[in-house]
């Protein structure tokens, strides 16, 4: 099993649309292992963000990421940052399949309501930027056989 990083940004939290970002990861057979609702520091986010130090967008992002409070998620799931990626849609929300979140629920770059780990390296860096080691959690799930053909 995999796991990976997932922001509900500002926009979304404020929006209220946490609620049905997370129905989509759990209808989709995701577990949720770890979640919070935090207000980001500075310092937290320009090492999140810390590859796009150089952007022109860069204080921008740090900015509004931490302009108020944030929800932080850990799903696991097989190729969960693959998956994850998939439902989110392209980074331009106005280029974004509909049926993704982007493509569903935003118009613009820097509103995009949600962040996903690119890769299985990244995802690793990033769950231990948000969360301690405790607070991501082990537990077990009946539906587990009837999303998984082989465990
Ligand atoms: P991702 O979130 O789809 O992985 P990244 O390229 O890692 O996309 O960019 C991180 C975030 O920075 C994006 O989600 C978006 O909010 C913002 N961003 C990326 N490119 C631009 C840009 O050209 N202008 C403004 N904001 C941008």
């Known amino acids: 099993m995999e ?3 997932v922001l509900i940004k500002p926009d979304a939290v404020k929006r209220q649309l946490t609620s049905k970002i997370l129905a989509r990861f759990e209808d989709k057979g995701l577990k949720i292992v770890g979640l919070k609702l935090m207000q980001l520091s500075k310092e937290k986010a320009m090492e999140h963000y810390a590859e796009h130090k150089k952007k022109p967008f860069f204080d921008n ?3 509004f990421i931490t302009s108020s409070p944030i929800v932080a998620i850990v799903l ?3 190729d969960a940052v693959t998956v994850v990626r ?7 929300p106005r280029d974004a399949a509909p049926g993704t979140i982007r493509g569903d629920f935003a118009m ?10 690119d890769s299985v390296y990244s995802a690793e860096r990033e769950i231990k930027i948000f969360f301690e080691e405790d607070e991501v959690l082990e537990y077990e799930r009946i539906i ?3 999303i998984y ?3």
């Open 86 to 92: 998939t439902m989110m849609g392209t980074t331009n």
């Open 144 to 146: 587990d056989r009837d």
């Open 108 to 117: 613009d770059l820097g509103r995009n309501v949600i962040h996903g780990s």
């Open 76 to 78: 696991e799931g097989k």
């Open 61 to 63: 992002l740090v900015s």
């Open 3 to 5: 796991r990976t990083l």
């Open 149 to 151: 053909e082989n465990l």
